[in-house]
């Protein structure tokens, strides 16, 4: 986890945790960290049992990534959990990571086609491929209220940021 003191001082400035709350999360950090090599994997975040389920783990771990070497180090940890702290991030900033789930090519909207991707992960095979294009076709026939065919993040906090339950969903405790 690199220098150890200055670390979670440093992290405390930049993310809205406290020192004592980087304590805790470098503690669990290692905990994930099984083969001690100071990253987890994505097999690793998969050993967590309440994760094995979650059909768009792999999309957050993808975001979480920030140097894209396929493992997420102590500060991409802190960084990504940011986003879900209750003092944390605020209603846009989760709004804008929503999206960036959503974004597979990171152009800053969601596409027809990266709205289906998303959606048959976490519908898996109870919808037939057909069923799900035309939830995606109605979604961006809804949600797009420009006509461009997709789905900007206007168009998007527009859709789901008036539902307080989604901002009580993107919220970790430390």
Request: hydrophobic content about 40%.
């Amino acid at each position: 986890m690199g220098n150890e003191q200055t670390l979670p001082q440093n992290l405390a400035l930049t993310t809205q945790f406290s020192e004592e709350e980087l304590r805790r999360l470098g503690k669990r950090f290692k905990k994930l960290d099984i083969d001690k090599n100071g990253t987890i994997s994505i097999e690793e975040f998969m050993s967590l049992p309440e994760l094995q389920q979650n059909p768009l783990v792999r999309r957050v771990i993808d975001l979480f990534d920030t140097d894209r070497n396929g493992e997420i180090d102590f500060k991409e940890f802190v960084q990504g959990l940011s986003q879900f702290t209750v003092k944390g991030a605020d209603k846009e900033s989760k709004l804008r990571f929503a999206l960036k789930v959503y974004d597979i090519d990171q152009d800053g909207y969601i596409s027809n086609g990266e709205l289906f991707q998303v959606l048959k992960m976490m519908v898996g095979t109870n919808l037939k491929d057909v069923q799900l294009q035309q939830i995606v076709d109605k979604t961006i026939l809804i949600a797009d209220t420009d006509g461009d065919g997709k789905i900007s993040f206007e168009e998007f906090a527009a859709m789901v940021g008036n539902n307080t339950d989604f901002h009580n969903r993107m919220v970790v405790d430390v």
